[in-house]
């Protein structure tokens, strides 16, 4: 069945360290989106990407970073220039706004 | 893109219809209005979109008012496993960007 998988579904950091989520899809969607949430909270959109090779800033880019090499493929970094990164990170993606957007289960990042 | 307002929280018995407002009255001509849910700890997951028509589809009824500047989600048999926070979005992809603003939704609780 296609969809969009996130892993791990759980992630613990130490203070400083890099880490990376993965997001992968096999809907063949030329977008993909990735969203943050915190507790009792809206999500908020970090960075998207439209087409592959090419991404843009979301409304809280900051200590983040992406990559769009393939299709299917969206993994989000989360630097140690990110003072506050326990959160809910969930990614997404739509091929028409007809479609709207399928989402993956998400990954709950935790630092400690 | 338009803002939207829901109501923070509402309850509903099982069995009954659940019909959730959303106010959105700067919506513009070409902003469809756009409903997901989100169950706890989990993905937001897509369930009905329109524009000026009513929709229908396996999940829910969307009604939208002449006007467009509210609409009601309607899940005629809500069951324990509707609980969920609802997302109303006004969203357009005219431009360079598609992407959704989620806000903070209504807590809907289904209550046996």
């Known amino acids: 069945d296609g969809g969009i998988t996130q892993s791990p579904k759980y992630l613990f950091r130490k203070e400083g360290q890099n880490v990376t989520l993965s997001c992968e899809q096999n809907?063949?969607?030329?977008?993909m989106y990735w969203y943050r949430q915190d507790p009792g909270q809206g999500l908020r959109l970090i960075y998207y990407s439209q087409i592959v090779n090419d991404f843009q800033k979301g409304d809280i880019a900051e200590g983040y970073s992406v990559s769009r090499e393939k299709k299917e493929s969206f993994p989000l970094t989360v630097t140690s220039a990110q003072k506050n990164p326990t959160a809910f990170y969930l990614c997404?993606?739509?091929?028409?706004?007809?479609?709207?957007?399928?989402f993956g289960s998400g990954t709950r990042l935790t630092v400690v | 893109d338009a803002k939207t307002t829901q109501p923070t929280s509402m309850d509903c018995a099982e069995g009954r219809a659940a019909n959730l407002p959303c106010n959105h009255s700067?919506?513009?001509?070409?902003?469809?209005v756009y409903w997901y849910r989100q169950i706890h700890s989990q993905g937001p997951q897509y369930i009905i979109h329109?524009?000026?028509n009513n929709e229908t589809n396996e999940m829910a009824s969307l009604i939208i008012t002449e006007d467009r500047k509210s609409s009601t989600l309607i899940l005629p048999h809500a069951t324990l496993r509707d609980t969920a926070v609802y997302y109303c979005i006004a969203y357009s992809s005219s431009g360079s960007a598609r992407q959704l603003t989620f806000g903070s939704g209504t807590q809907l609780t289904v209550l046996p």
């Open positions: 809907l063949n969607h030329d977008a």
């Open positions: 329109g524009l000026k």
């Open positions: 700067t919506i513009s001509g070409n902003e469809y």
């Open positions: 997404a993606s739509s091929i028409s706004r007809e479609d709207g957007y399928t």
